[in-house]
């Protein structure tokens, strides 16, 4: 057994995997449904115990150490593994994923990292949510928790820990010619770069700033308090003033040093965004792009000079996410572009920084500013802005999971009452239709209403005229929720005056529609296997399911029971039903 201590005096044991050493750090959460090597890569979690809220860690191994063309690991934000420690639910004994080389368990034994699982970590994140960030200890069966101390990692500068140690230089040759602070630095910013033909210098975090050595000056991720480096904010500050200053990049760290080097402020946030899917609005516009974030401070928007102005603002707790200088070739965000892993809504930041940066180079006076590029970019002509006339629901049908079938198992009962939750916490009244009552979406408690019925054009027309809801979901639910409400939408039964608004709505966010290719005359074969503990297997269930307005089952559903110290099983009924 092991435990994580955490500094109001709370106790949550669980069994131990990893490094079997005792560590201690601050305490924060991350709500990424992937990229558990890219998150635990990077240096901004730098001496953290991270706890990872989704349940499946571990599933897909640890990939390989490959390098890309430009000499960079493909899979890792960095060459080492920077938290202090690991907490999650489950940890994956036995991932499945042709390109797994270790397990996580392994992984994290080769760098000396401990972790934890068999814990909560849904409650766990609701402490950290409602008291912030705490300071905790991860400590071993056999060790007694008062001899290892608490340790806050901003008390101390965690950049000169994670920062290259001497000048390395990318993509050799290409132009731009772009200097990037190491404060922290993740690969793929490097590879954002190059991969649009720049040459990459990358410089430590104290390296002396000459504006000679390069054409733009990018500003890296990093851990801890920014206010921690008063010499950077130095240097910044005299790099900025210059007479035709370069153009200047920041992210994350970047951003908030690039703060403090105007003489805005920072302020160390309750419990920080990290994760991914995380929305920010661009000022002025009302649109909304999704982001990856991993950070704990924030700029005060109000302490910004006068010359200088917000850029981005988190939908979710209104701090700020970028700024950007009225003239001057000047912005920074908050969140990662580079997504790596999370949505790629924001690469085209770099094109507009290098961009940019050869405009500034070649000298054009007649150029746009930085200000007017992201606004032609990140808004351009046509785009509809959101209606501030249209109220928001106040009841929404829901089609959940139904039964288990191919395509919408487990995942859409997940999904489906994740989206109960958001919208309960929107104020929003939820209906959910399912027949299936041993889904976690049908709970008591969780959905306003549940009607225990085959998700068929017949019975949701049925409810419709009954609820009269604002509108109805249909992507929680998998491919029968989706054939119905192709159904319904050719029966006229969803034909709502308010279509027009709200694709108009709709398109304030984003440029793009997906349209799916239809798979009619397709045909999906699934077997289920039950295993025991000796590696006996048999199969369950066997589903043959054409693509397309019907779906046939063929189920195998054999009775196996073990008779006392059998250790091979004995099957002793089958039954065999065609539906």
């Known amino acids: 057994m092991a435990a994580l201590v955490l500094e109001d005096g709370s106790v949550l044991r669980g069994q131990p995997f990893g490094a079997a050493v005792s560590t201690a750090g601050e305490v924060v959460f991350q709500t990424g449904m992937v990229g558990y090597p890219e998150a635990l890569t990077d240096p901004s979690y730098k001496a953290q115990i991270l706890v990872l809220t989704y349940p499946l860690i571990g599933n897909y191994g640890i990939p390989p150490d490959e390098m890309d063309e430009f000499g960079l690991c493909k899979w890792f934000e960095s060459s080492g593994i920077h938290v202090a420690g690991l907490v999650v639910g489950e940890c994956c004994p036995t991932p499945s994923h042709w390109s797994a080389t270790c397990t996580l368990h392994e992984w994290l034994q080769q760098h000396g990292i401990p972790g934890l699982q068999g814990v909560d970590t849904r409650e766990l994140t609701k402490k950290l949510r409602e008291q912030g960030s705490l300071l905790g200890k991860l400590v071993q069966n056999g060790t007694e928790p008062s001899s290892l101390p608490f340790l806050d990692p901003n008390a101390r500068p965690l950049v000169p820990e994670v920062s290259i140690k001497t000048p390395r230089v990318f993509n050799t040759g290409g132009a731009p010619r772009i200097l990037a602070l190491d404060c922290g630095l993740k690969y793929n910013q490097i590879r954002c770069l190059c991969q649009r033909g720049a040459e990459v210098t990358v410089v430590p975090w104290d390296h002396a700033l000459d504006s000679q050595e390069y054409e733009g000056l990018f500003l890296s991720n990093g851990p801890g308090d920014p206010a921690s480096y008063p010499s950077v904010v130095s240097t910044l500050s005299r790099v900025l003033s210059e007479p035709n200053p370069r153009p200047v990049f920041g992210i994350c760290l970047g951003h908030q040093l690039l703060a403090l080097a105007i003489g805005a402020k920072t302020y160390k946030m309750r419990y920080g965004n990290r994760g991914h899917n995380q929305p920010c609005l661009l000022v002025g516009s009302g649109r ?62 770099f094109d507009i920084f290098l961009e940019t940066v050869k405009e500034a180079t070649a000298g054009n006076p007649g150029g746009q500013t930085v200000r007017e590029r992201l606004t032609e970019r990140l808004c351009p002509p046509g785009i509809p802005t959101p209606s501030s006339g249209l109220p928001p629901p106040g009841k929404v049908l829901i089609l959940g999971s139904g039964g288990l079938s191919i395509g919408q198992a487990g995942e859409f009962d997940y999904s489906g009452s994740q989206a109960i939750k958001a919208l309960k916490e929107e104020n929003i009244q939820t209906l959910l239709i399912n027949p299936n009552i041993a889904t976690v979406q049908t709970s008591q408690g969780l959905a306003d209403k549940v009607y225990f019925l085959p998700i068929t054009p017949h019975y949701v027309t049925q409810v419709i005229r009954n609820e009269r809801p604002d509108g109805v979901l249909l992507t929680f639910g998998g491919q029968t929720a989706l054939n119905c ?70 189920s195998l559903l054999p009775l196996l029971t073990l008779l006392g110290s059998d250790r091979h099983g004995t099957l002793l009924h089958s039954i065999i039903s065609l539906k």
Request: aromatic share 8%.
């Open 288 to 349: 909304c792009f999704l982001t990856s974030q991993n950070h704990g401070f924030a700029v005060e928007t109000d302490s910004l000079p006068a010359d200088w102005a917000p850029l981005f603002t988190n939908a979710n707790d209104g701090s700020n996410e970028g700024i950007v200088h009225n003239s001057l070739p000047f912005f920074s965000v908050q969140f990662h572009p580079e997504h790596q892993a999370g949505p790629s809504d924001m690469e085209l930041l």
């Open 485 to 554: 409400g192709v159904e319904l939408t050719k029966a006229g039964v969803l034909a709502q005056e308010e279509l027009s608004a709200v694709v108009a709505q709709a398109f304030a966010r984003t440029s793009q529609v997906l349209v799916d290719k239809s798979l009619k005359g397709w045909k999906e074969i699934e077997y289920e296997v039950v295993r025991d503990a000796y590696g006996n297997c048999v199969t369950t269930q066997v589903r043959c399911s054409p693509r397309g307005n019907r779906t046939l089952e063929c």
